[in-house]
């Protein structure tokens, strides 16, 4: 059971490039988030998805986009990177139900943009 | 807005001391949950705590709740070396499954 898996592990990219960050869950789980982690800021929410076909905007939304086409998978992407985006980024995932046990974290992406 | 704020934000301890971090939050809940996070790697879930007076412990960890007070506390009892990491607190807003998460409490426990 590989819970909730997240790549690339680490991506140094130049201003301005575009990338792709993949989360995946294996547990059935309904909804999906996307956070960024910066130092003295705890995590803060960027999107996140109820649902497959549906997303919705967090606290920091802007200059990311978000897909989810697929239950399992949920896709944060950056079409023009800026150094204010360097970061840890999490992908959490969790169950919508009467039934909760908090989030499932993956292991993080870290991005440097240079 | 929700805010979730904790302290301290930094907490340097001897081994076997027992010492309390706190987190307080600005609106209501009835949810809040407790993460552990080591240096370079993910949040591991510690507790969850799902209403008004609920505790909750594992090893020498003690979580609880007070809704009427908008405040969780986790103690910590006689210290050891493998507690050291960050600590978080989680709430969620009102009537959703998003967390506003607190600054963490980096705690670091000296031999």
């Known amino acids: 059971n590989a819970g909730v898996t997240q790549t690339p592990k680490f991506r140094v990219l130049k201003t301005g490039q575009s990338m792709t960050l993949l989360c995946a869950q294996d547990?059935?789980?309904?909804?999906m988030y996307w956070y960024r982690q910066d130092p003295g800021m705890g995590l803060r929410l960027i999107h996140y998805s109820v649902g497959e076909g549906t997303t919705a905007k967090g606290e920091v939304p802007d200059g990311y986009n978000v897909s989810r086409l697929k239950k399992q998978n949920f896709l944060l992407g950056l079409e023009s990177a800026a150094p204010s985006q360097t970061s840890v980024y999490f992908c959490?995932?969790?169950?919508?139900?009467?039934?909760?046990?908090?989030?499932?974290f993956g292991s993080g992406t870290r991005l440097t943009v240079v | 807005e929700l805010k979730v704020e904790q302290n301290p934000l930094f907490l340097s301890m001897q081994e076997g001391k027992n010492y309390t971090i706190y987190c307080n939050y600005s609106?209501?809940?009835?949810?809040l949950y407790w993460y552990r996070q080591d240096p370079g790697k993910s949040l591991e879930s510690l507790f969850v705590l799902l209403s008004n007076g609920a505790v909750k412990q594992e090893g020498r960890l003690m979580a609880s709740l007070d809704t009427k007070a908008r405040l969780s506390t986790l103690h910590i009892t006689a210290a050891v070396h493998d507690l050291s990491a960050t600590y978080f607190c989680a709430v969620p807003l009102s009537g959703t499954y998003k967390y506003i998460f607190g600054t963490g409490t980096r705690l670091k426990v000296l031999a």
């Open positions: 547990m059935n789980h309904e909804y």
């Open positions: 609106t209501t809940s009835d949810r």
């Open positions: 959490a995932s969790s169950y919508r139900s009467d039934g909760d046990y908090g989030y499932t």
